[in-house]
């Protein structure tokens, strides 16, 4: 910006001695003097302000680019009018996530190993949620809140949403085995849960301080089931909502549960990449023999899943569970 305007200062003010130099007396033509000194004025104002323009723009591209996909946030640029003050209600796929043993660590630690550990850990996760092409909400501590479907909607918010929920998981194990080498208290897992439903998204607050984000029943429900894992004994939860529409098929039932401050019951699902199709189909077959009071094959696949899978705590706990509600019935998490 500075070499810009300097060149056209200099260039203004030899302009003068130059046109004497070839001949060109303007000593009787003060307007013509006047109006060019004008002209390279508002030449110089307005590179100024390109210039400074362009440089805003950039950053505001950045800026937006840490809570939005590259391309979401470049038509956004294109088009302001989508950040003004208003709310639409959008169909929306939800996630939550949460940090088991991350208060207990910012209690035995200094400071700012807690701001280093919590900002390499939210920027894990962060970069997950964009190259899956989400937004992201807020940060809450140590969770991140996220969602897929606003302001822009694509045909495979489902797919990525549900990736995404699983490589947040993995992304949270893997800052989990690197932070074995420091010096502090170990963490539990990343625990994400993920559902899909309508939501009123857009900014809310004021006009001198807004917020893009999505309220509603919806992202209520992606938050108990983030809560759910801790008592299901899982790292990802699924509504069956999402399922349908996840495109995967690692997916494995565990089972209706009536979550923790909600009336009404959610089937669960949690990906399984880990297991063979067989295994998938066996858990599949278990769960749906319960529901339909076929106790004969039920008491035979989980009878075989049980010996199967007696180190899986989660498999073992859907067996419990089931054992203990009737036909259809939901497990009530307390």
Known sequence: MVPIFIAQLIFFIAY????????????????FGQSLGWLFGYAAVGSAARTIGSHQRAFAQSAL????PADVAAQIMRDPEQLSLHGERRNIFCVFTDLEGFTKLSHATTPETVARLLNEYLDRLSD????HGGTIDKFVGDAVVAFWGAPLSRPDDGQQAAAAALAMYEAGEKFRVDLAAEDVPPLGMTRVGLH???????NFGGEGRIQYTALGDSMNTASRLEAANKSLKTGVLISAEAESRAG???LVPMGRVTLR?????????????DLSPEQRAKIAEMVAAHASGDKNLYVTCATALGEQFSQDTSILFLIERLNVTESGESYVLS
């Open 196 to 202: 899909v439903g309508d939501a009123i998204v857009g």
């Open 65 to 68: 680019g840490k809570y939005l």
């Open 16 to 31: 003068p001695f130059w046109l004497q130099k070839i001949g060109v007396d303007t000593t009787g033509l003060p307007a």
């Open 261 to 273: 401050g909600r009336a009404q019951p959610v089937d669960t699902f949690t990906p399984r990449p």
């Open 248 to 250: 995967r098929d690692d």
């Open 128 to 131: 997950v949620v964009l190259d």
